[in-house]
């Protein structure tokens, strides 16, 4: 009964953030236009009850996609004085290989994609129509997949960078710090529309805005060139969790190209990928003394030793082997597993850097959530996993289908622990998806 309030609720934010043209915004104000990554977690949430809806939610993002392959991380459907910097900052039609005339940014977000598709697959109770849907978008997602490793493996090893923060997902991780400390950035004249939205406290500072604005400045001088941006941007980083996804997108694509048959030599190009992807990961991403995967700074050549939610997303991936997986676990509960904390804070809870109610800097994100519920169960942590889960639900149940959450249980006692964006489409999306289970 109460899973069934919670579900209904869901739905409806799902159904009121739909817009007419065929895709989902996060949440009113904040983010009023179609977001890479957050269009796969909506997904599949509307899979669960209206497939139609999914299935526009992912022709609408392919729709944007590049000549290259490339799938932009914002995509401006529409017009909105709610959202800086908006489709005149980015201008995406520097690029001359932009082929959906709709403005978008010039910059990716998470390759889920692939994983999502297959979702989809599982929750379909029509399989011929969602296998021909899949057959219809499936090149689409191997070519995004294929785009990271033709223009953004600069060394050829298998793993992707991102050239922006706000590529990552995990867009004001204090891991960037480190970044941010060896940038000198001009100080632009704007107009911040986000914390018009949010409590100012919560979001980054007018000076992180500046180094934001400064990679995107680089970026369009050289019209969104890849080489040029991977010789030029402060920001180069190889990060866990974007790489984790690429890998378990790509997983996932063999098994549904297997699935639709034909395809041989798309599938050994991905398992190929694949491989050496996960060997690279192990190898460069993993640090022995924290026991936990980090991001690698390209452009300074080290690796950033914080320890993360993203440290523990290769678990999704099944990256790690069986023993390496129980040290990995073993750091999460030391760390972030507290019985006085909800799981998982997006940061370090014993660190100096860790912000509680700043925007990823520390509260608990449902999207992080839900990949690390399945990465658990995939080593057999089901205790861990079911825990995570858990409280997941109860933070929704307790504040409301909020963007981020306070990690700290006592911050919960009056229902008020929920931060950022409200009626948050991918905390309804995945809380429908986690009720199902
Ligand atoms: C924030 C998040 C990012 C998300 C976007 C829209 O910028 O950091 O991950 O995609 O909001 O929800």
Same mark, same amino acid.
């Given at each position: !009964?109460?899973?069934?309030?919670?579900?209904?609720?869901?739905?409806?934010? %799902?159904?009121?953030?739909?817009?007419?043209? +065929?895709?989902?915004?996060?949440?009113? /104000?904040?983010?009023?236009?179609?977001?890479?990554?957050?269009? /796969?977690?909506?997904?599949?949430?509307?899979?669960?009850?209206?497939?139609? *809806?999914? *299935?526009?939610?992912?022709? $609408?993002?392919?729709?944007?996609?590049?000549?290259? /392959?490339?799938?932009?991380?914002?995509?401006?459907?529409?017009?909105?004085?709610?959202?800086?910097?908006?489709?005149?900052?980015?201008?995406?039609?520097?690029?001359?290989?932009?082929?959906?005339?709709?403005?978008? $940014? &010039?910059?990716?977000?998470?390759?889920? #994609?692939?994983?999502? %598709?297959?979702?989809?697959?599982?929750?379909? @109770?029509?399989?011929?129509?969602? $296998?021909?849907?899949?057959?219809?978008?499936?090149?689409?997602?191997?070519?995004?997949?294929?785009?990271?490793?033709?223009?953004?493996?600069?060394?050829?090893?298998?793993?992707?960078?991102?050239?922006?923060?706000?590529?990552?997902?995990?867009?004001?991780?204090?891991?960037?710090?480190?970044?941010?400390?060896?940038?000198?950035?001009?100080?632009?004249?704007?107009?911040?529309?986000?914390?018009?939205?949010?409590?100012?406290?919560?979001?980054?500072?007018?000076? @992180?805005?500046?180094?934001?604005?400064?990679?995107?400045?680089?970026? *369009?001088?050289?019209?969104?060139?890849?080489?040029?941006?991977? @010789?030029?941007?402060?920001?180069?980083?190889?990060?866990?969790?974007?790489?984790?996804?690429?890998?378990?997108?790509?997983?996932?694509?063999?098994?549904?190209?297997?699935?639709? &048959?034909?395809?041989?030599?798309?599938?050994? $190009?991905?398992?190929?990928?694949?491989?050496?992807?996960?060997?690279?990961?192990?190898?460069? #991403?993993?640090?022995?003394?924290?026991?936990?995967?980090?991001?690698?700074? %390209?452009?300074?050549?080290?690796?950033?030793?914080?320890?993360?939610?993203?440290?523990?997303?290769?678990?999704?991936?099944?990256?790690?082997?069986?023993?390496?997986?129980? @040290?990995?676990? +073993?750091?999460? !509960?030391?760390?972030?597993?507290?019985?006085?904390?909800? !799981?998982?804070?997006?940061?370090?809870?014993?660190?100096?850097?860790?912000?509680?109610?700043?925007?990823?800097?520390?509260?608990?994100?449902?999207?992080?959530?839900?990949?690390?519920?399945? +990465?658990?169960?995939?080593?057999?942590?089901?205790?861990?996993?079911?825990?995570?889960?858990?409280?997941?639900?109860?933070? %929704?149940?307790?504040?409301?289908?909020?963007?981020?959450?306070?990690?700290?249980?006592?911050?919960?006692?009056?229902?008020?622990? &929920?931060? +950022?964006?409200?009626?948050?489409?991918?905390?309804?999306?995945?809380?429908?998806?986690?009720?199902?289970?």
């Amino acid at each position: !009964m109460k899973d069934q309030k919670l579900i209904s609720k869901a739905r409806e934010i %799902l159904n009121n953030n739909y817009q007419e043209k +065929g895709f989902t915004i996060p949440c009113q /104000g904040l983010y009023p236009f179609q977001w890479n990554w957050d269009s /796969g977690f909506i997904a599949i949430g509307f899979a669960h009850f209206d497939m139609e *809806k999914a *299935k526009k939610e992912i022709k $609408t993002l392919i729709d944007s996609q590049w000549s290259n /392959g490339f799938i932009p991380h914002i995509i401006f459907h529409n017009e909105s004085d709610t959202y800086f910097p908006g489709p005149e900052f980015h201008q995406s039609s520097l690029s001359p290989l932009v082929v959906n005339k709709i403005p978008t $940014t &010039g910059m990716t977000q998470p390759h889920v #994609l692939g994983f999502m %598709l297959e979702r989809m697959y599982h929750i379909a @109770e029509n399989k011929e129509d969602i $296998t021909a849907f899949i057959k219809a978008t499936i090149d689409a997602v191997y070519e995004y997949s294929l785009y990271f490793y033709k223009h953004r493996d600069p060394l050829d090893e298998g793993l992707v960078y991102i050239y922006h923060n706000w590529e990552s997902g995990t867009d004001n991780s204090p891991i960037w710090d480190d970044v941010w400390n060896t940038m000198e950035s001009p100080k632009y004249k704007f107009e911040r529309r986000d914390t018009t939205h949010v409590d100012a406290s919560q979001r980054p500072s007018n000076e @992180e805005y500046n180094h934001y604005l400064h990679i995107i400045e680089i970026a *369009k001088a050289h019209h969104y060139n890849d080489e040029k941006i991977a @010789e030029l941007s402060p920001f180069l980083i190889q990060d866990p969790l974007f790489n984790t996804v690429l890998i378990a997108s790509n997983q996932s694509l063999i098994r549904l190209y297997e699935l639709i &048959g034909g395809n041989e030599d798309k599938i050994a $190009t991905l398992k190929q990928l694949t491989e050496k992807s996960i060997q690279s990961f192990n190898d460069k #991403l993993y640090d022995e003394e924290l026991k936990a995967y980090c991001h690698y700074d %390209l452009r300074n050549k080290k690796l950033l030793r914080y320890v993360s939610s993203s440290s523990f997303a290769p678990l999704f991936a099944e990256i790690p082997d069986q023993k390496r997986a129980d @040290e990995l676990v +073993g750091t999460l !509960m030391d760390k972030f597993g507290n019985e006085d904390q909800y !799981m998982c804070a997006s940061f370090d809870p014993t660190h100096e850097r860790y912000k509680p109610k700043q925007y990823w800097r520390g509260p608990v994100w449902i999207n992080l959530n839900w990949l690390l519920y399945h +990465g658990l169960n995939k080593y057999g942590y089901n205790a861990i996993a079911q825990r995570v889960k858990d409280d997941s639900i109860e933070i %929704l149940e307790k504040n409301g289908f909020y963007e981020y959450f306070d990690a700290r249980k006592e911050e919960h006692q009056n229902n008020t622990a &929920g931060y +950022g964006g409200n009626n948050f489409s991918w905390s309804a999306a995945l809380l429908i998806d986690l009720l199902s289970e």
